[in-house]
């Protein structure tokens, strides 16, 4: 893709069928992140459009989207995989100790209907059950590499069972040496 590329010009992924489906790798990426990975997002978590989501049995936290704008300049649409961590506010707050460390998270980037398709956006699933929900809690996501691009949906199940895998490559891509050290990133708040 050339430099001067405008993000209107550029056309989303390819959508994909049924034969991408049942062929789908376990693991992805190369054994160590390559560029333009490690890519380092964050910002306060923002309400989405309310459509999919928990009804998947998927919620998925947005990112705001002046903090999207890098990867969204350089990358293609469809699923990430790396890691998230959110970040304990100075009051107020809910989670458990658990719920604040770094954990494996899937990542959604798509063109955003709400904006005529003009911007993208990122909408981040961790892996990790919730005590509750964390609407403006700081989210620190660290992307390691690319699952697939959108698929073309013809059913309900068919997404959710995509989820299902998407999860399951995420969790198996990041469980290599050269991955798993990222949780541990500068990016995150470690203690
Ligand atoms: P929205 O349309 O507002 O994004 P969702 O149904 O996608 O609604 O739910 C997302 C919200 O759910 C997040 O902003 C967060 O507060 C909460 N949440 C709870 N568990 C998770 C999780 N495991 N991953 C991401 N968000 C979660
Ligand atoms: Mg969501």
């Given at each position: 893709m050339s430099e001067t590329t405008t993000m209107s010009q550029r056309p989303a992924a390819p959508f994909q069928t049924e034969s991408f489906r049942l062929t789908r790798p376990q693991i992805v990426g190369p054994e160590t992140p390559e560029p333009p990975f490690p890519i380092r997002l964050g910002g306060p978590v923002?309400?989405?459009?309310?459509?999919?989501?928990k009804d998947l049995g998927c919620p998925t936290a947005n990112l705001p989207?002046?903090?999207?704008?890098?990867?969204?300049?350089?990358?293609?649409t469809g699923v990430y995989y790396g890691y998230a961590q959110v970040l304990c506010p100075k009051k107020g707050n809910e989670l458990s100790e658990e719920d604040l460390k770094v954990h494996p998270m899937a990542m959604s980037l798509g063109w955003n209907?709400?904006?005529?398709?003009?911007?993208?956006?990122?909408?981040?699933?961790?892996m990790h059950e919730f005590e509750?929900?964390?609407?403006?809690?700081?989210?620190?996501?660290?992307v390691l590499g690319y699952i697939r691009p959108e698929l073309d949906y013809t059913s309900r199940e068919?997404?959710?069972?995509?989820?299902e895998i998407d999860?399951?490559?995420?969790?198996?891509s990041l469980d290599r040496p050269e991955y798993r050290k990222f949780s541990s990133d500068k990016?995150?708040?470690l203690n």
């Open positions: 923002q309400r989405g459009f309310g459509r999919g989501g989207d002046e903090s999207i704008e890098t990867i969204s300049s350089i990358a293609k209907p709400f904006y005529k398709n003009e911007r993208m956006t990122a909408e981040i699933h961790i509750a929900d964390f609407y403006e809690y700081d989210m620190r996501v660290v068919a997404l959710i069972e995509d989820i999860k399951n490559v995420a969790q198996r990016h995150f708040v």
